[in-house]
Structure formats: structure tokens, C-alpha cells
């Protein structure tokens, strides 16, 4: 069975009942968090779930065993997200790579973007650690082995052009072989960022909850120069938190 949880009109989930017991244990659903599973007629406190009181268990069965967790957040990250514990977090799910948005952006324009290039990979090898069904990372090599196929039939084509022009004076600017392939490689590219936002999104929604929200239209422009500039800002929130100090809004 499944539970939607629902905080402040913002919903999440669906979980397991497993699921449950361990996000209230450390601190991702707090037990005053409404629940509520398709079986179900009306939200309940999670804690009334974890006890055994809804007729998702069957009167026989016992209750299975809950301790109301200690917790103390720091600050809530996002308004309406479920709270989390970064020490927690931090132990079970590394940090992302948290090289700044703007040298990421620098480096990619001053290395005509193969910079990019590289750093898509890194991410999206983070993000296959922390959420094993991301896979965007196959969607990148994807990508690389295309690019790396229409740089040779565009240095083939330009050499065959050479001789041609040699030979017979005529030249053709049109590669059909190339522009299909680069055409397919930035296919292959839309399909990577956006399978790395959904990614995201699942990851940093349910895992480790702090309400992350990526825009479609952001995404398709600026890709991973906008990904990784909301991960500067979820790590500077976990590192905040692991001190006691305030963290980014």
C-alpha cells in the first residue's frame, strides 16, 4: 500500500508504509503530516498510520512498532517542504558536485562548451549514486558518442569537399550524414536534461525533501547551468543545517 503525505497544501510521496517508518525515524515526514492511500476516505495524522489505526491493516496483524523521533531542524529549507535531517542525509547521500554555477559557465563558454560536456557527466554520475533509477547518464554518453561520430563525418565530408575542389572546382556546404547525426545528438541532449530534472526532482522530493521545483522552460535553455546552480543552493542549505546556521531561502 501507498500514502500520498500531504503538508501545508504541498503533497509528496507516494510511499510504502516502510517508507514511512523510516522518513519519520529521521526526520524527512514528521508525524503530524497528514496521510492518506487510495484505500483510505480521509487524510489521517502519520502517526495514526504508523499506529495501526486505518484499515490498511487487518485486524489480526500487529501494529508495526513506532517511536516518535527526536528532531530539531535548524530551518525549514523551503516553506510547505517536509523538513530534513542534513546529518542524516549528508551520511547516507553524498553532496552533489558543488563547483559554482557561474565557473561552470565560464569554463563551458572558454572551452567552447566540451567543459560542459564534462561536468553533465560528473553530475549525472552523482546523481546515478544517489538515485540508482536516474538515467540521464545514459542519455549523456549518448549523446558524447554522437557528437564525437559527427565531428568525423564532418571532418571527413570537409576532406572530401578539399579533393572535390581540387579536382573539379565544385564544392558542396551540405553533409546529409552530419546535420542528421548532429540532429539526432541534440535530441539526445533535450532527453538527458530532462530526464536529469525528473531525477531531481524525484530525488530531492522524497529521499531528501526539500521541495526542489525545476522549470521546463529554464531547463530546455540553460540545462546544466540552471541544475547546478540549485544544487550550489541545496548543498549550501545542508551545510548550514549541519551547523545550526541560517541557510539560502
Given at each position: 500500500?501507498h500514502?500520498q503525505?500531504?503538508?501545508?497544501?504541498?503533497?509528496?510521496?507516494?510511499?510504502?508504509?516502510?517508507?514511512?517508518q523510516?522518513?519519520?525515524?529521521s526526520?524527512n515526514v514528521?508525524p503530524?503530516?497528514l496521510?492518506k492511500?487510495?484505500?483510505?476516505?480521509?487524510?489521517?495524522?502519520?502517526?495514526e498510520?504508523?499506529?495501526g489505526r486505518?484499515t490498511?491493516?487487518?485486524?489480526?496483524?500487529?501494529?508495526?512498532a513506532y517511536?516518535?523521533?527526536?528532531?530539531?531542524?535548524a530551518?525549514?529549507?523551503n516553506p510547505?517542504?517536509?523538513q530534513?535531517n542534513p546529518a542524516?542525509?549528508a551520511s547516507?547521500y553524498?553532496d552533489?558536485p558543488?563547483l559554482?554555477?557561474g565557473?561552470?559557465?565560464?569554463?563551458?563558454?572558454?572551452?567552447?562548451?566540451?567543459?560542459?560536456?564534462?561536468?553533465?557527466?560528473?553530475?549525472?554520475?552523482?546523481?546515478?549514486r544517489?538515485?540508482?533509477n536516474a538515467?540521464?547518464?545514459?542519455?549523456?554518453?549518448?549523446?558524447?558518442?554522437?557528437t564525437v561520430l559527427?565531428?568525423?563525418?564532418g571532418?571527413?565530408n570537409?576532406f572530401?569537399?578539399a579533393?572535390?575542389?581540387?579536382?573539379s572546382?565544385?564544392?558542396?556546404?551540405?553533409h546529409?550524414?552530419?546535420?542528421l547525426?548532429?540532429?539526432?545528438?541534440w535530441?539526445?541532449?533535450?532527453?538527458?536534461?530532462?530526464?536529469q530534472?525528473?531525477?531531481?526532482e524525484?530525488?530531492?522530493?522524497?529521499?531528501?525533501?526539500v521541495?526542489?521545483?525545476?522549470?521546463?522552460?529554464?531547463t530546455?535553455?540553460?540545462?546544466?547551468?540552471?541544475f547546478?546552480y540549485h544544487l550550489?543552493?541545496?548543498?549550501?542549505i545542508?551545510?548550514a543545517a549541519?551547523?545550526?546556521?541560517?541557510?539560502p531561502?
Amino acid at each position: 500500500m501507498h500514502y500520498q503525505i500531504s503538508r501545508n497544501g504541498q503533497m509528496y510521496g507516494p510511499y510504502t508504509l516502510e517508507d514511512l517508518q523510516r522518513y519519520v525515524v529521521s526526520g524527512n515526514v514528521l508525524p503530524t503530516d497528514l496521510a492518506k492511500s487510495e484505500e483510505m476516505s480521509e487524510w489521517l495524522p502519520v502517526s495514526e498510520i504508523l499506529a495501526g489505526r486505518t484499515t490498511g491493516f487487518s485486524s489480526g496483524a500487529p501494529a508495526p512498532a513506532y517511536s516518535a523521533p527526536v528532531f530539531t531542524p535548524a530551518f525549514t529549507p523551503n516553506p510547505g517542504a517536509p523538513q530534513f535531517n542534513p546529518a542524516a542525509a549528508a551520511s547516507q547521500y553524498p553532496d552533489a558536485p558543488n563547483l559554482h554555477w557561474g565557473l561552470v559557465l565560464l569554463f563551458g563558454f572558454l572551452t567552447c562548451s566540451f567543459f560542459m560536456i564534462i561536468w553533465n557527466l560528473v553530475v549525472a554520475a552523482w546523481l546515478k549514486r544517489v538515485q540508482p533509477n536516474a538515467t540521464s547518464m545514459m542519455y549523456y554518453i549518448g549523446f558524447v558518442v554522437l557528437t564525437v561520430l559527427q565531428i568525423f563525418f564532418g571532418g571527413f565530408n570537409g576532406f572530401h569537399d578539399a579533393m572535390m575542389m581540387r579536382h573539379s572546382g565544385v564544392h558542396s556546404s551540405f553533409h546529409p550524414v552530419a546535420g542528421l547525426i548532429g540532429l539526432s545528438a541534440w535530441v539526445v541532449k533535450l532527453i538527458a536534461r530532462y530526464s536529469q530534472r525528473a531525477s531531481l526532482e524525484e530525488h530531492f522530493n522524497g529521499p531528501e525533501p526539500v521541495g526542489l521545483r525545476l522549470n521546463p522552460v529554464m531547463t530546455f535553455f540553460f540545462g546544466g547551468v540552471y541544475f547546478q546552480y540549485h544544487l550550489n543552493r541545496i548543498n549550501q542549505i545542508k551545510t548550514a543545517a549541519r551547523y545550526g546556521a541560517p541557510g539560502p531561502l
